[in-house]
């Protein structure tokens, strides 16, 4: 397969077909922030931190990194005035959910975002999706998936495969940004699991 030739902040790259923006520019040295992309897991775009700028045949638009193949001859920007300020807010609103997190702590930094512009949020998940997706595409174990929707949004673990199969694994709870899902797991730990056997 031919290398698809592109820029990226004004440097020339050639990445293989069918990387995406995110991987072209993690091979050429370039940082660009996300909560939600895990190199073993398909792409989610569920942060939309990953935002960058892009240029193809006169057209600008706004697109998610982690889930957009790269295009002959893309002109890429990673940082500029508004892709912050998309940045800042995005952060903003994760800072609601999960003010102590240390990864949107050190976001915040960077892009000046404000912990306190938005009230606080009942939901301390910020969805991810990192968890769920992991189990299942990586364990193939469904022992925690997603409940409700929209802002009522929340990941949960489902007691009668967790009770057999997460105690020996945890092999999510490093992936998770703001430690909610270990908060999660021992709440459903204590409430829904059965007790050891005596015999045991």
Excluded at 76 to 89: L, M
Aim: aromatic share 6%.
């Amino acid at each position: 397969m031919p290398d698809i030739p592109l820029h990226i902040d004004g440097k020339q790259l050639a990445v293989r077909e069918g990387s995406t923006i995110l991987e072209a520019a993690a091979r050429a040295g370039m940082s660009i922030p996300t909560l939600c992309h895990h190199e073993k897991l398909q792409p989610f775009a569920g942060c939309r931190l990953c935002v960058v700028e892009l240029e193809s045949r006169g057209q600008f638009r706004l697109v998610a990194s982690c889930a957009y193949p790269v295009e002959p001859n893309l002109v890429v920007r990673t940082r500029s005035p508004k892709i912050d300020r998309i940045r800042k807010s995005l952060v903003e609103l994760l800072l609601a959910h999960a003010p102590d997190s240390t990864k949107l702590k050190e976001l915040a930094r960077e892009y000046g975002a404000d912990r306190d512009r938005f009230e606080p949020a009942e939901a301390f998940c910020i969805h991810c999706g990192l968890c769920v997706r992991y189990c299942a595409e990586v364990k193939r174990l469904h022992a925690v998936g997603f409940i409700d929707r929209g802002i009522r949004k929340e990941i949960s673990f489902l007691p009668e495969i967790a009770s057999r199969e997460c105690a020996n694994c945890k092999e999510c709870f490093p992936l998770c940004p703001t430690s909610y899902l270990q908060a999660a797991y021992v709440l459903v730990e204590a409430l829904a699991f059965p007790p050891p056997s005596p015999d045991r």
